[in-house]
């Protein structure tokens, strides 16, 4: 972002607007490092499957079911956060969502019943869901709608380097912790997730109030018109009002099957590349692990060229 004021800052002098682009990147930075973070407490069970399976017994059937629970209440969870972020504060969210999955994924590790297995991933789930979309609304408040696509795109390339950090963590918690089987895949894990929301605390302010700025005018006119009219349209049909809106927008509802279908894909290859290697390949847990780095690592850095 540009430290030379633009019409798009209006009322922001030199000086302000210098504080305001510094602190829209510290804000960038943060969540996207925090997010990327947030993937050793969701992809930590597809690393360990071949050692569940191995230690316990569990078939593949048992852990496909184990491993959809999260994905169906990560989806329900977003259909709700998102709004509840902007009602609550996008902030608490992000940060209670981190804590709570992290003290999920601890309590599997002291887990040996799959069914009580099966409900705190389904919670993980939930908790889970609570960073991206308060995430993206944070973003929104810090970057103006043309640089919104580079800002988006930056922190979904996060999420394909957090893929290859779930890995790494799953290698070293075998490492440090290898008497404690495929429990240590749910422990070690949960240290960087805390240490990490801890930081993010200090360093993430929700607003540019909160640095004593006034909130930024979108530097498309057309756009910030657009902007208050869904404002004054909440406001006078309720806070289901947004819902109603975007499903009216077919170009939407496509866009809507085309991310279900990518993530069929994606998470599918994650899910299951591992255990195949393990199997059939006669790798140990941890090459298996490592093996589907660069799977997310294309992903990353395509998020941070396409948008």
């Not at 922001?12 to 925090?34: C, D, G, H, M, R």
């Not at 700025?213 to 004054?232: G, I, N, T």
Request: hydrophobic letters at 50%.
């Amino acid at each position: 972002m540009s430290e030379k004021p633009n019409n798009g800052m209006l009322g922001y002098t030199q000086e302000e607007y210098k504080k305001f682009s510094k602190n829209a990147w510290i804000v960038l930075l943060a969540f996207s490092v925090l997010y990327c973070f947030l993937y050793c407490g969701r992809l930590n069970l597809q690393y360990t499957m071949p050692a569940m399976m191995e230690e316990e017994g569990w078939t593949e059937l048992d852990l496909g079911i184990l491993s959809s629970v999260l994905f169906w209440t990560y989806g329900i969870g977003h259909l709700f956060n998102g709004r509840l972020g902007e009602i609550f504060g996008v902030n608490r969210f992000i940060v209670a969502g981190m804590f709570l999955s992290a003290a999920a994924n601890l309590l599997i590790g002291f887990q040996s019943s799959l069914v009580v297995i099966a409900v705190l991933w389904g919670f993980n789930g939930y908790f889970q869901s609570m960073l991206w979309s308060p995430g993206i609304a944070l973003l929104s408040r810090w970057w103006p709608g043309e640089k919104r696509g580079f800002a988006t795109g930056f922190a979904n390339a996060f999420s394909g380097f957090g893929q290859v950090f779930a890995a790494l963590t799953v290698s070293l918690a075998f490492i440090i912790m290898p008497n404690s089987g495929w429990k240590a895949g749910f422990i070690v894990p949960v240290v960087i997730m805390v240490i990490f929301a801890i930081i993010y605390i200090f360093l993430a302010k929700d607003s540019p109030k909160k640095i004593g700025l006034k909130e930024y005018v979108d530097p498309d006119a057309k756009r910030h018109e657009q902007d208050l009219e869904l404002q004054k349209l909440i406001a006078e049909r309720g806070k289901l009002f947004p819902y109603i809106y975007l499903f009216k927008k077919w170009r939407f509802d496509l866009w809507l099957l085309i991310i279900a279908g990518s993530s069929i894909a994606r998470y599918g290859l994650l899910t299951w590349i591992p255990t195949y290697y393990v199997q059939e390949f006669n790798y140990d847990i941890e090459k298996g692990a490592l093996g589907t780095v660069l799977l997310p690592l294309g992903m990353a850095f395509g998020t941070l060229i396409i948008p």
